[in-house]
């Protein structure tokens, strides 16, 4: 599903070229339940922003499901974006001034999805997050749990080939955590490919696959037994 | 454009942000307001200054006889000039398709009696003609005609307010009034827009104060009117000839200014126009600098909007907004707030305009009004000011990246 071979990537500090990602190799199977971890600092957001086409390498190759993602203009990128991933962030970032199903709605939109099936397709995914009833709420009405998973089924909604999460329990209680990993495993279970960046040891572990950054490049990469996070909720 | 979801968008940031939204459409609403209200009034002078001109016909010439200046031909300087009945002959004769109308003037107070009501009044000795040159408009009974110029009768047309002061209540059409105790039959009433100070005039037919006066063919003043199709450059030509004509008829030195007076209507006209003019330019330059203003506020606005709204973007890019449809979103936005708002101030100006409009009637200052193709410019203005206003900040807003916008540090 995901290609990467030799990626590299540095920021301009001023005068000073900070390199971030020296080299990765990587690759993900459809299905895949992958953790990246690293201490802040390693190059792990920077290589999910480059996952994402939020950002551009400077070298290297990156393939996502068969496409080679290369020398994209603004447009194109957006285009890639809608039709392959789907989003969830730290902070929820759901649009404050739209209800919960609308902001589940939104990707649709820009897929240019009808009304309808928009609204229809929404209270399914809503629904599948457990938060049917809470569909005309503004995302100030909901607690930080809920917002998270209002923001699981926008990602989800797009029907992208691959969720990227990046510190998705990282605003969250224990607890919230696990209800929302919980959710993050049954999309799972569902053939979902997913990519999760963490530097909490018992989220990675509720993962199937660790994949270790140090200093911007890979260190470890191995497989887990995933622990259930059913059983904490 | 006529999609419905971006116009719910619009319609949500809108709403979410009511003060934004009114301080940046107030900015406009109030230069479209002023600029209406200014094209309005300058509309309002025109109207004013033509009223007060277009008590007489606008194509009146008069000549007025003075004092000379400079010695000539053998005179001494300091003498005296005086038209008489053979000048109007001559100018009819000599400027047959120059003039329209011709008629002389002749002006004398009288004590006027009819019964117990007495009154002290101008009154003008005039030709027939004269009730065009001056738009006399009879109210009651007729004008001076033919008959009574040639045989020099004594009738007298007389104004409203003189009617009113002798008569009463009665018509005093067909009735005798006595002029400095010689009876004159009234045959008509007169009224003048212009001042209620006209309708104290009364008007004689010329010869019978000719003959009243000592039998001569003086004349204090000659009023005429050119040739309507003439025009300005034509016109005073025409009142140069006119002018060189009758100071060689009375021998006076061409340069003398103080001789013979020839007042040309078309010459004041042409300033008011000119004037004007340079007022509804100026009042365009200024309504326009004032929108210039507001357009420059809504770009602001609408950058602190971008600015604000940096994570919003951010998470649309994210979610797969084209720049293209981020673009559209802020300037469909800033269209729609312009022209609404320019149009609630379009809306405002031209209302007052059309209530108080006919209500104001000063001298200088009548019936304020804007015109269709205001409103429609002013409109086409507004749309032009919301994509100007909106271009850049639009622009700066399809440039969000993502990345940035959705950085939790």
């Given at each position: 599903m995901i290609e990467i071979k030799n990626l590299h990537k540095s920021y301009k500090m001023?005068?000073?070229?900070?390199?971030?990602?020296?080299?990765?190799?990587?690759?993900?199977?459809?299905?895949?339940?992958?953790?990246?971890?690293?201490?802040?600092?390693?190059?792990?957001?920077?290589?999910?922003?480059?996952?994402?086409?939020?950002?551009?390498?400077?070298?290297?190759?990156?393939?996502?499901?068969?496409?080679?993602?290369?020398?994209?203009?603004?447009?194109?990128?957006?285009?890639?974006?809608?039709?392959?991933?789907?989003?969830?962030?730290?902070?929820?970032?759901?649009?404050?001034?739209?209800?919960?199903?609308?902001?589940?709605?939104?990707?649709?939109?820009?897929?240019?999805?009808?009304?309808?099936?928009?609204?229809?397709?929404?209270?399914?995914?809503?629904?599948?997050?457990?938060?049917?009833?809470?569909?005309?709420?503004?995302?100030?009405?909901?607690?930080?749990?809920?917002?998270?998973?209002?923001?699981?089924?926008?990602?989800?909604?797009?029907?992208?080939?691959?969720?990227?999460?990046?510190?998705?329990t990282g605003a969250l209680d224990s607890k919230t955590s696990y209800e929302v990993m919980d959710l993050i495993q049954k999309i799972n279970d569902d053939g979902n490919t997913i990519l999760v960046v963490t530097h909490e040891e018992d989220i990675a572990h509720m993962c199937k696959r660790i994949v270790h950054l140090k200093d911007g490049v890979i260190v470890e990469d191995k497989k887990v037994k995933q622990v259930r996070a059913q059983q904490y909720v | 454009?006529?999609?419905?979801?971006?116009?719910?968008?619009?319609?949500?940031?809108?709403?979410?942000?009511?003060?934004?939204?009114?301080?940046?459409?107030?900015?406009?609403?109030?230069?479209?307001?002023?600029?209406?209200?200014?094209?309005?009034?300058?509309?309002?002078?025109?109207?004013?200054?033509?009223?007060?001109?277009?008590?007489?016909?606008?194509?009146?010439?008069?000549?007025?006889?003075?004092?000379?200046?400079?010695?000539?031909?053998?005179?001494?300087?300091?003498?005296?000039?005086?038209?008489?009945?053979?000048?109007?002959?001559?100018?009819?004769?000599?400027?047959?398709?120059?003039?329209?109308?011709?008629?002389?003037?002749?002006?004398?107070?009288?004590?006027?009696?009819?019964?117990?009501?007495?009154?002290?009044?101008?009154?003008?000795?005039?030709?027939?003609?004269?009730?065009?040159?001056?738009?006399?408009?009879?109210?009651?009974?007729?004008?001076?005609?033919?008959?009574?110029?040639?045989?020099?009768?004594?009738v007298a047309v007389i104004g409203r307010k003189v009617a009113e002061d002798l008569f009463k209540e009665e018509d005093p059409v067909g009735k005798f009034v006595e002029f400095n105790s010689l009876p004159f039959r009234v045959i008509g009433v007169f009224t003048d827009e212009g001042d209620d100070n006209a309708e104290r005039n009364i008007y004689a037919p010329l010869t019978t104060y000719q003959k009243i006066y000592g039998n001569t063919d003086q004349i204090d003043q000659i009023a005429l009117t050119y040739n309507p199709s003439y025009n300005l450059t034509k016109a005073l030509e025409f009142s140069g000839r006119l002018e060189t004509i009758l100071k060689r008829r009375h021998l006076i030195a061409p340069e003398d200014q103080s001789g013979i007076r020839i007042f040309n209507y078309a010459e004041a006209f042409s300033d008011i126009s000119t004037f004007t003019g340079g007022l509804s330019f100026m009042s365009v330059v200024v309504g326009i600098l004032i929108l210039i203003a507001g357009i420059v506020g809504i770009g602001n606005i609408m950058v602190f909007i971008i600015k604000e709204r940096t994570k919003e973007i951010g998470i649309r890019k994210a979610l797969g907004a084209k720049p293209s449809q981020i673009i559209k979103l802020v300037l469909l936005e800033s269209v729609f707030i312009t022209a609404l708002s320019g149009f609630v101030g379009l809306l405002f100006a031209t209302g007052l305009l059309a209530l108080i409009g006919p209500n104001m009637d000063f001298p200088a200052f009548s019936n304020p009004t804007v015109s269709f193709s205001t409103v429609v410019i002013a409109t086409v203005i507004l749309v032009g000011a919301g994509l100007v206003a909106g271009f850049i900040p639009a622009l700066k807003a399809s440039r969000v990246k993502p990345i940035v916008a959705l950085s939790d540090k």
């Open positions: 001023g005068s000073n070229s900070l390199h971030v990602l020296k080299g990765i190799d990587f690759s993900v199977e459809e299905g895949e339940l992958v953790a990246i971890m690293g201490s802040s600092g390693s190059g792990k957001s920077t290589l999910l922003n480059i996952l994402g086409m939020l950002d551009a390498a400077d070298s290297g190759e990156y393939v996502l499901d068969g496409v080679p993602i290369k020398d994209l203009n603004e447009t194109k990128a957006a285009q890639y974006r809608n039709k392959f991933l789907g989003f969830v962030f730290q902070s929820f970032n759901l649009i404050n001034y739209k209800s919960a199903m609308e902001n589940v709605a939104l990707p649709l939109y820009y897929q240019r999805v009808g009304r309808k099936e928009r609204q229809d397709k929404a209270l399914k995914y809503l629904d599948q997050v457990g938060l049917k009833e809470w569909a005309t709420h503004l995302p100030s009405e909901l607690s930080g749990g809920q917002k998270q998973r209002v923001a699981i089924a926008r990602a989800m909604a797009a029907e992208p080939k691959v969720l990227l999460a990046d510190e998705p | 454009m006529f999609d419905r979801d971006i116009w719910q968008e619009i319609f949500h940031s809108i709403r979410n942000n009511k003060l934004r939204t009114f301080l940046t459409g107030f900015s406009v609403g109030w230069g479209i307001f002023i600029l209406v209200m200014l094209l309005g009034s300058v509309n309002g002078m025109q109207n004013g200054f033509t009223k007060q001109f277009n008590d007489d016909a606008t194509n009146t010439i008069f000549i007025r006889p003075g004092t000379t200046s400079k010695a000539y031909a053998g005179f001494e300087k300091d003498r005296r000039i005086q038209l008489k009945n053979d000048d109007i002959e001559y100018i009819q004769k000599s400027f047959e398709k120059d003039h329209e109308y011709i008629s002389g003037r002749m002006f004398r107070n009288t004590s006027a009696r009819f019964k117990s009501e007495t009154g002290s009044y101008n009154v003008q000795g005039v030709h027939p003609d004269f009730q065009v040159i001056e738009k006399t408009i009879v109210a009651n009974g007729r004008y001076i005609n033919e008959n009574d110029f040639r045989s020099g009768a004594k």
